[in-house]
């Protein structure tokens, strides 16, 4: 899951400051609701730092993405619900989804009422434009999808695929933004072009984007459900957490993706009533990659002795306010609850406990030598590790700061770099880092986990950006072949086996360090608009960067009505 991301998740724009979180004159301050009367925008931040003008839904580093705003622009075929991740997907584009039995087939039907924001109408040919146009760029194709056939007649589009599409359904139906062909066919090259005036079929269209905030306004017509309620979605990216949580007490934002320390303090108590957060988990996790090209990093025994020593309780309570996070237990790096029943019988019952001496002990076999408070390769080189995430983000900085002081204690000498987003996300897609802590895709099985650490599919060469996955350049043919033979088994029983002895390989050779688990929720207010979802009605992910942040807008009504 897109994560902060979606993340988490920015291309010279918007850099809204701790001073203009503060300011009367915020483009996102809800004047006209102090007098009484009833806001008719909604202000959602997230805290992304600056972010550049591109609106194209497929690029990963866009303003659109890392803000959320594509998904009000372009929508996809289906809505994914990862707060219920086995539930069936919702039509949308598509009003009927049905798959075959070995999900190597899917067939669509069309909306007839759908059109774009320009006027002309939304047809089954945009559908096979689309995924053709992502079937024949790889750099669009992020999730890695083996179309196969892509055809249409009238209103119905069927689509093959070379393997089955167990795993990944919901991404080739919930995260695909389909685009009009009559636009894009004249795009000399969709993987970069910014898309200075979208033409989308979602219910707004992009008003204005300046250094103040970027403003959707609602369509006026053409739409192919009713309008939302919200005349105007107001995004800002402000310049770190602490900005954004003060933007959320000052009720100049009314909804973000944001780690707010002691939430209810800061943020919750300021307007009990209203303020709240909601923080669903999901099949998804966080924890340090390390890049596998870079020695000592190669070595696995390395890697497991630093795994060793990861203080997961510390990260929790300090880093993560003891909720946002939740501590990953298991040594399969599954979350408890969401991952419980897809644990292999190898590590049923098998938790992660800080070990030291082990770790120590490890070392030493493999090798290593402990000079004092410094450790040495097999070669004498000594071992240090650069760790790097966006300075914006407190949770991951307090984060990297613990690691710092847990590597230490086996003679690895870390030190911390604090990039802006942007600049980090490059940089973790390019495999231009040592160590970073990052979150992985989520799913409805923990396919989609481990398939973000280990698929040799998704490996690039440095320098060649890996948008989805396996950032730390991992190479298992074992392991490739096993998240293959998973994601096409067609009995439990077989999908058991694989899972085995994928979880094997990332315990024993710890590609990625795992830390805690996902959510996909939100921190928002009532004060201006209800209807949000919640644990009594988790009808759509609460993130505002994740596709379904569409649904919840759809839901939203005047608090004032």
Known sequence: MQRRKLFAVALAGVLATGGLAACGDSPNANKNAANGSQADYLSIGMPNGTVTENNNPFVGTSAGASLGYRWMLYEPLGQWNNTKPADSLKPWLASEITWSADYKTVDLVIRDKATWSDGKPLTAEDVVFTLNLVKSNEALNIFAVPFDQITADGDKVKVTFKTSQFTTQHKVIGQIPIVPKHIWEKIA??????????????????????????????????????????????????????????????????WS?????????????????????????????????????????????????????????????QAEAGYFH??????????????DAYISADFTGKTFAVDVEGAKALLAT???????????????????IKLSDPASWSDYQTTLEILKSNFAEIGIKATVEKPNQNVWDANVQKGDFEGTVRWTNGGSTPFDIYQTVLDGDLYKPIGTAAQQGNFGRFQSPEATAALKTYSSATSDADRAAALATIQKIFVEQAPMLPIGSDNVGGAYSTKNWIGWPSDADSYAPMQPTQAGALDVVLHLRPAKS
């Open 189 to 254: 090259d969709p993987a970069t072009d910014p898309i200075k005036e979208p033409v989308g079929s979602g219910p707004y269209t992009l008003k204005s984007f300046s250094q103040q905030g970027i403003t959707l306004a609602v369509r006026e017509s053409g739409y192919w459900q009713d309008l939302p309620q919200v005349k105007e979605l107001r995004y800002t990216s402000y310049a770190d957490n602490n900005a954004q949580t003060t933007a959320l007490a000052n009720g100049q934002s009314d």
């Open 366 to 384: 493999a090798g290593y030598k402990l000079e004092g408070d410094t450790l040495r390769t097999p070669s004498g080189e000594p071992v240090t």
């Open 326 to 339: 939740p501590e990953i237990k298991s040594v399969t790096g599954l979350p408890e609850g969401a991952g």
């Open 257 to 317: 993706f944001v780690f707010i320390p002691n939430y209810q303090q800061t943020f919750v108590a300021k307007d009990p009533e209203n303020y709240k957060v909601w923080a669903p988990g999901v099949l998804g996790i966080h924890g340090l990659y390390l890049n596998t090209t870079k020695k000592p990093f190669d070595d696995p025994k390395l890697r497991q002795a630093m795994n060793m020593v990861v203080n997961r309780a510390d990260i929790f309570t």
